[in-house]
Nanobody
Framework: QLQLVESGGGLVQPGGSLRLSCAAS????????IGWFRQAPGKEREGISR????????AYADSVKGRFTISRDNAKNTVYLQMNSLKPEDTGVYYC?????????????????WGQGTQVTVSS
């Protein structure tokens, strides 16, 4: 069964950068579009970015557009999220998931396989 593992989270000051990784095992990611979500305490899980299976199409939430970049390396079975100019409101647990195309890319119900999440904290 496909398993996803996120890594790269941590504590960073406002204005800093982090790169998250979503690595797959037990199967290949290259047939899946992948989404990144985040969840802040007391808030719903929010779709922030998505990349098509080939990497040729990307999408971003308005809240991260121009600051975050999603990419993938199918040879490494990994999807990345480069996060620059981080703000305190970017704090949360970040998840990657496989898109099953059941609805909007921002809707968690459209995704099947999820990782366990990695914590990102933006604070001075």
């Amino acid at each position: 069964q496909l398993q996803l593992v996120e890594s790269g989270g941590g504590l960073v000051q406002p204005g800093g950068s982090l790169r998250l990784s979503c690595a797959a095992s037990g199967g290949s990611l290259d047939s899946y579009a992948i989404g990144w979500f985040r969840q802040a305490p007391g808030k719903e899980r929010e779709g922030i970015s998505r990349i098509s299976s080939s990497g040729g199409s990307t999408a971003y939430a308005d809240s991260v557009k121009g600051r975050f970049t999603i990419s993938r390396d199918n040879a490494k079975n990994t999807v990345y999220l480069q996060m620059n100019s981080l703000k305190p409101e970017d704090t949360g647990v970040y998840y990657c998931a496989t898109d099953s195309h059941r609805g909007s890319w921002t809707w968690p119900g459209s995704y099947d396989y999820w990782g366990q999440g990695t914590q990102v904290t933006v604070s001075s």
